[in-house]
């Protein structure tokens, strides 16, 4: 069978995401917490951040 992650990475690339995407989403959904990414390394990733260039947040960023 295949893994949690590659059944991730296969939806979203089956679905349009971008590699990048695709990837993040797989580590936000790591079900062990001590491997799962920080909200910091969701922001500052190179697909979110890009996005939010243009965005003043409204509270500081969280950093890891």
């Known amino acids: 069978g295949s893994s949690p992650a590659h ?3 296969t939806l ?3 679905n349009g995401f971008s590699p990048e995407a ?3 989403l797989c580590r936000m ?3 062990s917490p ?3 990414c920080s909200i910091g390394e969701v922001v ?3 697909w979110l951040l890009p ?3 243009s965005i003043t947040p409204a509270a500081p960023v ?3």
């Open 29 to 31: 959904l790591e079900p």
């Open 7 to 9: 059944d991730v990475l």
């Open 62 to 64: 969280l950093s890891k």
């Open 22 to 24: 695709s990837q993040l």
């Open 44 to 46: 500052n990733s190179t």
């Open 34 to 36: 001590d491997k799962r």
């Open 12 to 14: 979203g690339s089956a």
């Open 51 to 53: 996005l939010l260039g």
